[in-house]
């Protein structure tokens, strides 16, 4: 005879959030049972070892998963521990149990002391699976030599039932009468790969119909000694893990036992680029616990400047809330997160230190992402400026960078601030005018020139006690800063004060609004102008990192600098002193300022300057400048 027990009222309120709200997957009912199954063998294994009564005591450890597409049923067995009648109420009853107005708050405070009391119970997931059953049918025998197996049964409702079964073997029977929309989990195939995508790495063989062999792998390699791990393994283990074709540029096996024990096998991807065929379709590592999957994309085990690596981490020590699919925020997350970034921050400077090689290959590929770092994450900033590499006008080549503190190595006398300019690319970068005084006094300009370079100075503003400095800066002086280099070309005499003041008022009344101020350059020596900036540094790059998020912006208004040493200059002061009115002097002034935009990356139309190229180009050749067919007050405007 059946007896019957009343659930609590709250029960059925209980179990609709359970089924609706916790699981957002129907299929994680399998990970569930699995899981469960998983717990029982491994305490089966434990009495194995330590008790000598026990019954059927030489079944095989083993999962089997049987599909009934006749009675619609599907059937997750065990041999574990088993339960007897009263663990059967105290297991599959845990939520009436344990108060069910209590867990329904707790449930609201996920953080909260009540539901951690619950986490990790056998009947929290066992539910799970009434989002594809309508009855479940529970057979259970104990490890316990006279224990008599039990049946314990409900369909979700008020009550549940508990009457004498057969089951001859140790273990546990749990029977899915399966709803009609859930006929699909009756396929073979379909279960094969839930397992092979939650639980694949089970450490008891799980097998699926009248299958010989297991379906699962079994082997966790993240849980092997790396000694026994050779790197074809390691590689092969990635590209079935990412189907990634390109093998990884490098990888990290760490296993601890303090400050918490965990496994974590993390890898850097071989390309930026993301694979179609990839089943990783987003960023986060695979969450595990006791090998078993929790979280496909945990995105909280790293910070975001790390959020390129791919890998696998596995703990026993993490908390979790009712579902699995959720983990709590906790003290141990946190101290998770932060020694696995350690231990990737720390492998990064090794291999910068002992494989530079490799660590350009990895920056060239991923580096962006630890730029951001400096910027968004300003406490591991310390961590991240050591990892930094970027060109300078000591490079041959776009592809030879160096360290900050390379670049601090070099330093010139008398220098103490470290020098940079913002470009579009590095061939633009290196033709600035910008580096005219710095060139002529053999001073080091690091290149920021990729397009997240702009973020850098806002979050990095010094190293080791020098400051960052931009050398469109109006205020930077170097000629006190480090020796003259000997192929520095000589210089002509500057112009007339009076002839450069009649020329300066000519470029501000014909520029207006367009710049801030035109005055004298004191570093210019190749070139003949260059813009710079007054404001600060990160308000005088706003329109760049407005431009880099695709946000409105407005292109920054300078100050126009002239070099009155500049031959340019010396033609445009007689020309302008020989006819004021030559609508030359005015053409050559606006392309002067616009190749000055040009050359900062600000020009909002380059192509613009077409027709006045075309202009000047006429006049080079021959063409007189009453022949061009412009007067002064038709000249170009940018």
Not at 345 to 370: D, H, M, P, V, W
Not at 387 to 405: H, K, N
Not at 431 to 443: E, K, V, W
Not at 447 to 456: E, H, I, P, Q
Request: charged share 25%; hydrophobic share 40%.
């Amino acid at each position: 005879m059946a007896e019957q027990f009343q659930f609590q009222a709250e029960i059925q309120q209980l179990l609709n959030i359970l089924v609706h709200s916790l699981y957002t997957d129907r299929e994680i009912f399998l990970r569930e049972l699995i899981s469960n199954a998983s717990d029982a063998l491994n305490r089966a294994q434990f009495e194995a070892l330590t008790n000598r009564e026990m019954h059927d005591a030489g079944a095989p450890l083993e999962i089997r998963i049987t599909a009934d597409e006749q009675a619609a049923t599907l059937t997750v067995s065990d041999s574990g521990i088993g339960m007897t009648h009263d663990e059967l109420i105290n297991n599959l009853g845990v939520i009436a149990r344990s108060g069910a107005k209590a867990f329904l708050e707790a449930l609201k405070d996920k953080n909260g002391t009540t539901a951690q009391d619950v986490i990790g119970q056998f009947g929290v997931g066992f539910y799970s699976a009434f989002m594809v059953a309508d009855k479940i049918r529970v057979v259970s025998r104990s490890y316990q030599p006279d224990a008599p197996a039990y049946a314990w049964e409900s369909d979700g409702g008020n009550t549940y039932s508990i009457e004498p079964a057969q089951r001859d073997a140790r273990g546990t029977d749990i029977i899915l009468h399966l709803k009609d929309d859930a006929k699909d989990f009756l396929r073979e195939w379909t279960l094969k790969d839930i397992i092979r995508r939650h639980s694949d790495y089970i450490a008891f063989p799980i097998f699926v119909g009248a299958e010989a062999e297991a379906s699962n792998k079994r082997s966790a390699l993240w849980r092997q000694d790396p000694k026994d791990i050779s790197d074809a393994q390691y590689d092969d283990f990635y590209k079935m893990y990412t189907l990634d074709f390109k093998a990884p540029l490098h990888r990290i096996h760490m296993r601890a036992d303090v400050p918490l024990q965990f496994f974590a096998l993390l890898y850097v991807p071989g390309s930026g680029e993301q694979n179609m065929f990839s089943p990783r379709k987003e960023a986060g590592l695979k969450l595990y616990t006791r090998k078993v999957l929790i979280q496909e994309y945990n995105r909280e085990l790293l910070p975001e400047y790390l959020a390129f690596m791919q890998g696998v981490v596995d703990s026993e020590d993490i908390p979790l809330n009712v579902s699995r699919e959720s983990v709590q925020a906790t003290r141990i997350m946190a101290t998770l997160k932060k020694t696995l970034t350690n231990k990737v921050l720390s492998e990064f400077k090794r291999l910068l230190k002992n494989k530079r090689e490799t660590y350009e290959q990895i920056f060239a590929t991923f580096g962006r992402y630890l730029k951001q770092g400096v910027a968004i994450t300003p406490q591991d900033r310390d961590d991240l400026q050591d990892l930094l590499l970027f060109p300078s006008t000591r490079s041959a080549a776009a592809g030879e960078v160096f360290t900050l503190d390379e670049y601090v190595e070099r330093m010139v006398r008398m220098q103490t601030d470290i020098y940079y300019i913002i470009g579009d690319d590095y061939a633009s970068a290196s033709r600035s005018p910008h580096l005219d005084a710095f060139r002529q006094r053999g001073i080091e300009v690091l290149y920021l020139v990729d397009a997240v370079d702009t973020l850098v100075p806002l979050g990095l503003n010094e190293y080791k006690g020098h400051k960052l400095r931009n050398v469109d800066e109006a205020d930077i002086d170097v000629r006190d800063i480090g020796e003259p280099q000997q192929d520095a070309a000589p210089q002509p005499d500057a112009l007339a004060d009076a002839d450069f003041g009649a020329l300066r008022e000519r470029f501000k009344t014909l520029l207006g609004e367009r710049v801030r101020d035109v005055r004298e350059s004191k570093t210019l020596t190749a070139s003949a102008a260059r813009l710079v900036s007054d404001e600060g540094g990160a308000q005088r790059n706003m329109f760049r990192i407005n431009r880099l998020l695709d946000r409105e912006y407005e292109l920054p208004v300078k100050i126009l600098e002239l070099n009155p040493r500049h031959r340019l200059l010396h033609n445009l002061s007689r020309m302008l002193a020989a006819d004021a009115r030559n609508p030359l002097i005015d053409v050559v002034a606006e392309q002067l300022f616009e190749t000055a935009l040009l050359q900062d990356g600000l020009h909002p139309d380059p192509a613009a300057m077409a027709a006045r190229l075309q202009v000047l180009m006429q006049a080079a050749t021959g063409t007189p400048p009453g022949e061009l067919g412009l007067a002064a007050e038709d000249a170009p405007e940018s």
